[in-house]
């Protein structure tokens, strides 16, 4: 099964969501101080609900996803796509699922596995972990000498923006950009760009950090007419 990459993007950057600034300003940080306030601040959040969007762009065409997300920890997630209608991504922390309806098929991902793979190894069963692992599979620094800084017109607020670069180019997204709040130390904007130039963004709004998640909508209930498709995820080599 060919996963489409606005799909694995979204699997990349689950368990670094975007959310609203909170907390008081900082001056200015080195890349590393940065990184390690970004981690400290996830591994604060329990749980959380909210609407995403997903912008591909490729060969000048576009391509927009959207939908809602959940999150729990440890690792808990689940994805339900309004556009395309049907698609699911849901992870119980051990095993990922990424169900696309147009193709009928199921990938059914091993989280536990340790090999290399196309999106960036982030495959883990604790989504803090994973992302630390975003930052070891990734070479990081500050796009530019002024940090943090007014990035976008009509948005008063202050970002780090950190450029990451693949470590060991193994394919999947070889560029990363992340626009960090300089008061939260969170993430609130993220795009990724492949080897052959496609870029994805991923953006979140309407978070709820006080939605009431049972644990029982993280269960992936498959289709009994699905294709299975095993770690689609992840290579051997």
């Known amino acids: 099964m060919k996963v489409r990459i606005g799909l694995?993007?979204?699997c990349l950057l689950v368990w670094f969501p975007i959310f609203p600034q909170t907390g008081p300003a900082h001056n200015w940080h080195s890349p590393s101080e940065v990184?390690?306030?970004?981690?400290?601040?996830?591994s604060e959040i329990n749980s959380y609900s909210a609407d995403f969007q997903i912008?591909?762009?490729e060969n000048?065409?576009?391509?927009?996803?959207?939908?809602?997300?959940?999150?729990?920890?440890?690792?808990?997630i689940r994805y339900n796509f309004?556009?395309?209608?049907?698609?699911e991504?849901?992870?119980d922390g051990k095993t990922l699922y990424i169900f696309i309806?147009?193709?009928?098929?199921?990938?059914?991902?091993?989280?536990?596995?340790?090999?290399?793979?196309?999106?960036?190894?982030?495959?883990?069963t604790n989504s803090a972990d994973g992302l630390s692992r975003l930052f070891r599979k990734y070479h990081y620094k500050f796009d530019a000498i002024e940090q943090p800084r007014i990035v976008f017109e009509k948005d008063p607020t202050k970002y780090f923006v950190l450029e990451l670069d693949q470590r060991e180019k193994i394919g999947g997204f070889e560029k990363m950009k992340l626009f960090v709040d300089s008061e939260s130390y969170l993430i609130k904007r993220a795009v990724a760009t492949d080897g052959r130039g496609k870029e994805t963004t991923i953006a979140f709004s309407n978070i709820n950090f006080e939605e009431e998640i049972q644990d029982g909508v993280f269960n992936f209930h498959m289709s009994g007419n699905a294709k299975i498709v095993n770690n689609p995820l992840v290579s051997e080599n």
Do not use: C, H
Not at 61 to 71: A, D, I, P, Q, V
């Open 82 to 87: 309004n556009e395309p209608e049907g698609d």
């Open 60 to 76: 000048k065409k576009e391509k927009t996803m959207r939908g809602k997300s959940l999150y729990k920890r440890p690792g808990k």
């Open 89 to 91: 991504i849901v992870s």
């Open 55 to 57: 912008k591909s762009v």
């Open 101 to 124: 309806k147009r193709l009928g098929a199921v990938g059914k991902q091993d989280l536990s596995l340790d090999k290399k793979n196309s999106s960036g190894a982030l495959f883990t």
């Open 35 to 42: 990184v390690k306030k970004i981690k400290k601040k996830f």
């Open 8 to 10: 694995v993007f979204v």
